[in-house]
């Protein structure tokens, strides 16, 4: 089947080798690379597709397993498609459901033909195969969808892992087999736990399938951070040079930063607005929990030179007070400036690349961002 996706690497930044494409959809084009905004629901939590886009959001992700519960997926595709279920007209990506079946499902039980689970909300009896995950992201309709694989825990020990590789082989050669609508992309996703010779073998098996593009899973699941780089370090090389890499459930800025370095053009992470409904907030600088009394009288902007409508027309002061008067516009704006901040900070990276200056970006931000979480340089600024 030709893919009606194509992605052009338009630039390898000479200072770092890091990569700067495009991605063309039939929902438009997508620059990479590029932080996804998760809409587990068919909705960025808190925020509407007008204001999305008017965060720069080039595109979005929705759950494939969630929404198979709720609304259905015979609704969406009656309803035209996610595109016009969410009032969203750019692409979007649908993950597989793999990850949550392994995750939140009660009492799943792993077999070739799929994954035997009780759904986490009635406790009822269901079965997704990679058949059925590819035929309920073809009624989602989104513009790539996900391969169904194993989820390997962390930790596992070296035949488990290896195991799982194998059976995500064979799922994902079953996906292509069952994949029949030719608007969208499936990609591969390439597991193997911990272990570099895993991710290696995987890599290349997915490779030789030919797929248009890749996913890399099974990371960000309780790890050390060095580990992670560690796996992409060996995995990402094998894998095609001209086709898109999307590092999946990674979202924080360090991370994202480290995946670009390494040659990743896609992310997705709940991160944003998760910590926004609890009143923290990514800045320049760290983690600002603007909850904290420490605000109650700081009538300064969440962040100076932030364009996000939360920093143009609000103070520390007044968001720190509707976040603890649980009025669900303080996560709002949270949520607006936290994903505007991962917009921003991405598009700053591609125009780094294209510069040939990626390395200084980084250096910049590791000067200015506290990685221990608390919010000590920038305090006073």
Do not use: W
């Given at each position: 089947m030709t893919s009606p996706l194509?992605?052009?690497?338009?630039h390898t930044c000479a200072q770092s080798g890091a990569r700067a494409g495009l991605l063309r959809t039939p929902h438009g084009e997508v620059p990479t690379p590029v932080y996804m905004p998760v809409g587990t629901q068919a909705v960025v939590k808190a925020m509407?597709?007008?204001?999305?886009?008017?965060?720069?959001a080039p595109i979005l992700l929705a759950n494939t397993y969630h929404l198979n519960l709720r609304p259905g997926s015979d609704l969406i595709r009656q309803a035209g498609g996610l595109h016009r279920f969410m009032a969203w007209d750019r692409p979007i990506l649908t993950d597989s459901g793999g990850f949550q079946v392994f995750s939140l499902a009660d009492l799943n039980k792993v077999s070739e033909e799929g994954v035997a689970f009780r759904n986490h909300l009635d406790g009822s009896a269901l079965m997704m195969s990679p058949e059925s995950s590819v035929r309920i992201q073809?009624?989602?309709?989104?513009?790539?969808i996900m391969a169904f694989d194993v989820c390997s825990p962390y930790p596992c020990d070296y035949g488990q892992a290896?195991?799982?590789?194998e059976r995500t082989h064979r799922w994902a050669a079953r996906c292509q087999a069952a994949h029949s609508r030719g608007d969208q992309a499936l990609f591969g996703i390439v597991q193997g736990a911990f272990y570099a010779d895993l991710r290696v073998t995987s890599a290349q098996a997915l490779a030789s399938m030919d797929f248009p593009g890749y996913g890399v899973g099974g990371l960000s699941v309780g790890e050390p951070?060095?580990?992670?780089?560690?796996?992409?370090?060996?995995?990402l090389p094998h894998l095609p040079?001209?086709?898109?890499?999307?590092?999946?459930?990674?979202?924080?800025?360090?991370?994202?930063l480290e995946g670009v370095l390494r040659g990743v053009d896609m992310f997705d992470c709940v991160l944003a607005t998760r910590i926004a409904r609890n009143g923290t907030?990514?800045?320049?600088?760290?983690?600002?929990v603007v909850r904290n009394a420490r605000y109650k009288a700081d009538l300064r902007p969440l962040e100076e030179g932030c364009d996000c409508e939360a920093c143009a027309h609000y103070s520390r002061a007044y968001i720190r007070h509707l976040i603890n008067t649980r009025e669900i516009t303080g996560a709002r704006l949270c949520s607006i400036h936290n994903l505007r901040y991962l917009t921003r900070l991405m598009a700053g990276a591609r125009q780094a690349i294209l510069e040939d200056r990626f390395h200084d970006y980084m250096k910049d931000f590791y000067q200015m961002f506290d990685m221990r979480g608390a919010f000590?340089?920038?305090?006073?600024a």
């Open positions: 194509t992605f052009e690497l338009q509407t597709s007008r204001e999305m886009k008017e965060l720069g073809e009624d989602l309709g989104a513009d790539i290896r195991a799982d590789m951070k060095e580990l992670m780089y560690d796996m992409l370090d060996a995995t040079r001209d086709k898109p890499r999307y590092l999946m459930g990674v979202g924080t800025p360090d991370c994202l907030v990514l800045t320049s600088y760290g983690r600002l000590n340089r920038g305090e006073d």
